[in-house]
C-alpha cells in the first residue's frame, strides 16, 4: 500500500460508531525492562503496590499465559518490533557496547522492517522513549534510522558502559543520573502526546527499570516501604498513571489502544509470581510476563484471558487495530490478539521458545517440552561469592548502591532435573517442578515431531 492509500485506509477505518469516524486510532506501547510475571499488585504481589497500572486490569484485560519468545532482552525487543521469531530475524544475541562481538557488533539486519516504519508509512507520528537495544555502534542502526521520528533513551541496557543518554542521534548526559530517568521518560512521553494529539501516533515508551542497577527519584526512593524495587515499581506505575490522565485529558483515552508488558522475566529482587525460574531460564519464570491491554469498547473491561500469546502477537495486533497492512514478502510469526481478548479464543496451537542461539522449548495450552537441559542459575543463590561488574561504582554508572543480590532469588527453587525432553503440565504444575515425560510418551513424541517441523521452518526463515 502506498503512503496515498495508506492515509486514506486511516481515514476510513473504525467508522462504526459515530465518535470514532474517520479517527485513526492511537497506541502507547509500554515495555517494562525485566519485570516478573508476579511484580504487579494485579498478578498477585503481597507488597508491590502498583494501583495505576492495575486499573488498566480493571478497564481492560489482563493476559494470563504472556510469553517472551527469549529469556533476556534484544531477541524480545526485535520479536516485538518486527513480529518475527528472534531465529527468523537472524538476531539472538545482546548487543553490548562493553561486551563481545566488539568488531563486529550485533544489530537488528537492515532487511527487516520495524513496525514504526510501517506505522509512518502510513501516516503515523511515531516517538520512541527508553531502551533501544537493536543496535548501537552505527547511528544507520538507531531508533532515529529506523522509522521513528523521534528519540530519548539509551541505545542499550543501563548497566552497560558507558551509559549515554542520547536525544535524538546526540548524547545529552554522561554519566546518566540513573534516579531521574523514569521521569524524564514520562516528562518526554506527556510532550510527544500534546505534540501529536491532532494526529494518529504510535508511542512506544520501553522503560529502564525495573532493570538493574534499580533507582528511583527522590519522591519515590525509600518511599513504598518494599525496598528498592518496590520504589522503582512505584514510580513505573506514577508514570503510567500520568500517561492515562493525559490521554483523558486531551480527550484521547476512547480512540488510544494502551498496552503494558514486560520483555522477559524477573532479575534478582522481583517476583516470578511463583514461576520456576527467572531471567536467562528457559522455565516459565524466564518467559512468562505481565500483559494488560486496554481498548475502550473494543477491548472488554475487567477480563482475564488465559490463552497462549507471545510478543510477536502485540505487532500484529497494533498493525490490525491501525488498519496497516503488515509486508507482505515475509513471514510474521505474530497473530492478532482480537480473538483471544473478545471471544476467550486461542490464537496458536503452540509458541516455540529460544534460550541464547537454540530454540529451546515447544507449548501450548497445557503442556511445555524441553529440548535441552535446563540447571538453575547458580550455585550463588544464597549470594555468596557474588560480584557483579556492572554495579554502581559512582563514576560511569550513577544509581543507589544496595542493588540486590542472587539472595533475592526471583522464582521458585528446586524440583525434578530438567533434561532433554523433560515434559511439564502447566496446568496442573506452573512451577515446572514434576516431570512426567515418562507417564505421557505420546504427548512428548506429538511436541517433538511439531517443534521439529516449527524449528525448520523457522530456521529456513
Known sequence: MNRMWSIVALGMIWFSSP???????????????????????????????????????????????FNTPAPFCA??????????YPTRCRFTSNPAPDGAPIINPLHLPEKEILLP?????????TGMIGKWHLGHAKVEWWPTRRGFDEYLGILYSNDMRPVQLIDGEKVVEYPVVQNTLTRR????????????KEKPFFLYLAHAMPHKP????????????????????????????????????LGLEQNTLVIFTSDNGPWYGG?????????????????????????????????????????????????ATTGVKSPSDRTI????????????????????????????????????????????????HRGDKYIDKRAPDDTTILAPKEQYTPADYPGILGGDQTLEGSLFDLKED????????????????????????????IKGL
Open 430 to 457: 506452573p512451577s515446572e517442578r514434576h516431570d512426567v515425560a515418562a507417564k505421557h510418551p505420546e504427548v512428548v513424541k506429538r511436541l517433538k515431531e511439531e517443534f521439529e517441523k516449527r524449528a525448520a521452518e
Open 75 to 84: 531477541p524480545t525487543r526485535a520479536s516485538l518490533l518486527t513480529g518475527r
Open 214 to 249: 534499580l533507582a528511583a527519584s527522590e519522591d519515590f526512593y525509600q518511599k513504598s516501604g518494599a525496598g528498592l524495587y518496590g520504589d522503582a515499581l512505584a514510580e513505573l506505575d506514577w508514570s503510567t498513571g500520568q500517561i492515562l490522565d493525559k490521554l483523558k485529558s
Open 271 to 319: 517476583s516470578s509470581g511463583g514461576l520456576r525460574g527467572m531471567k536467562g531460564t528457559s522455565w516459565e519464570g524466564g518467559y512468562r510476563v505481565p500483559c494488560l491491554m486496554k481498548w475502550p469498547g473494543h477491548i472488554p473491561a475487567g477480563q482475564v484471558r488465559e490463552g497462549i500469546a507471545m510478543t510477536p502477537d502485540l505487532y500484529s495486533t497494533i498493525l
Open 185 to 196: 521518560y514520562t516528562e518526554r512521553a506527556l510532550r510527544f502526546i500534546e505534540r501529536n
Open 333 to 380: 510469526d505474530g497473530k492478532d490478539l482480537s480473538p483471544l481478548l473478545n471471544e476467550s479464543k486461542s490464537i496458536h496451537d503452540f509458541i516455540l521458545c529460544q534460550n541464547g542461539q537454540q530454540l529451546a522449548t515447544i507449548r501450548d495450552d497445557q503442556w511445555k517440552l524441553h529440548l535441552f537441559p535446563q540447571k538453575e542459575k547458580g550455585p550463588f
Open 19 to 65: 465518535a470514532m469516524a474517520f479517527a485513526a486510532p492511537n497506541v502507547v506501547l509500554i515495555l517494562a525492562d525485566d519485570m516478573g510475571y508476579g511484580d504487579l499488585s494485579c498478578y498477585g504481589h503481597p507488597r508491590f503496590k502498583t494501583p495505576r497500572i492495575d486499573r488498566l486490569a480493571k478497564e481492560g484485560t489482563r493476559l494470563t499465559e
Open 117 to 125: 516504519q510501517t506505522l509512518k508509512e502510513a501516516g503515523y507520528a
